[in-house]
């Protein structure tokens, strides 16, 4: 089963105590969605819409703060003034300090509220649904941040210094150095970008899972004495919400921390 334009569509007249309704409960069915259209083999869904929209928030929120940037700054400047900063200082100055890390500050300022606008749309009515909770989404964005990784990795050290960092070569660890060059060429190339993605994505499947399970509960269990039980999975949906509007933030704080820390090794002149 597939879910249409409402994540949260379910069987509403089905409830406790009526014979042959039972739970419904959400599964990864939550998070397939029919086409919204389709060019030959391509298909257009709800997700890539988000995605899709994501983009078009973030370039016209940045595009309308700054086109006509004052000395003075209108409320909208201000707001995109201080998201700006947040990300510059509170994440690139601090893993790249000022000198190297002006340059990466665009790239990291617009992966940050990419990802956070992706999560939002959790929260969003008619939306509600988190992109990144489509491994896909997480995965070409770690894949993105690797491929800077890797790429200025061999431009700061060429390939002899970009071997050795990525395989933590140490001739003075003697006979285990061949065993060790293969669990950091691993770790590095293979498992990195892979907890990178897992990370965003797992947190937000799970938020978005734990939210769409008590909603479908409030109204399953709205009936007769069930009324009592509906009441508390209805505060668990509003606690749950509000706990993944925080964790949308961190989460996107998160991915380009570690973004970041990815560069900063690439640039750092010992490993």
């Excluded at 257009?44 to 703060?65: D, G, Q």
């Excluded at 892979?194 to 937000?204: E, Q, S, W, Y």
């Amino acid at each position: 089963m597939s879910a249409d334009l409402n994540t949260l569509a379910f069987n509403t007249e089905c409830h406790l105590f009526i014979p042959g309704c039972g739970f419904e409960a959400p599964g990864l069915h939550s998070f397939v969605f029919d086409p919204l259209f389709s060019i030959g083999s391509f298909n257009f869904n709800k997700p890539m819409l988000l995605a899709l929209l994501s983009t078009v928030v973030v370039v016209w929120f940045f595009w309308a703060a700054f086109a006509r940037a004052k000395v003075v700054p209108g409320k909208l400047q201000m707001i995109g003034e201080a998201g700006y900063d947040f990300v510059r200082r509170g994440l690139v100055y601090d893993a790249l300090g000022k000198k190297e890390g002006e340059k990466y500050v665009p790239f990291m300022v617009a992966l940050f509220f990419f990802v956070w606008i992706m999560n939002i749309w959790s929260i969003i009515p008619v939306a509600q649904f988190p992109v990144t909770s489509v491994i896909a989404f997480p995965a070409g964005l770690a894949l993105l941040v690797w491929l800077l990784w890797v790429g200025l990795t061999f431009k700061k050290h060429g390939f002899v210094g970009a071997f050795k960092n990525f395989t933590g070569y140490d001739k003075s660890l003697g006979w285990v150095l061949p065993l060790l060059m293969i669990i950091e060429l691993l770790s590095n190339l293979i498992i990195r970008p892979f907890t990178h993605a897992v990370r965003l994505f797992a947190n937000m499947f799970a938020g978005h899972m734990l939210i769409v399970m008590f909603t479908i509960a409030t109204f399953y269990l709205a009936n007769g004495v069930g009324f009592a039980y509906a009441g508390a999975s209805f505060v668990m949906t509003i606690v749950m919400t509000a706990f993944e509007v925080f964790i949308q933030a961190v989460q996107a704080y998160v991915f380009v921390l570690l973004a970041c820390n990815y560069v900063q090794g690439a640039l750092a002149e010992h490993h």
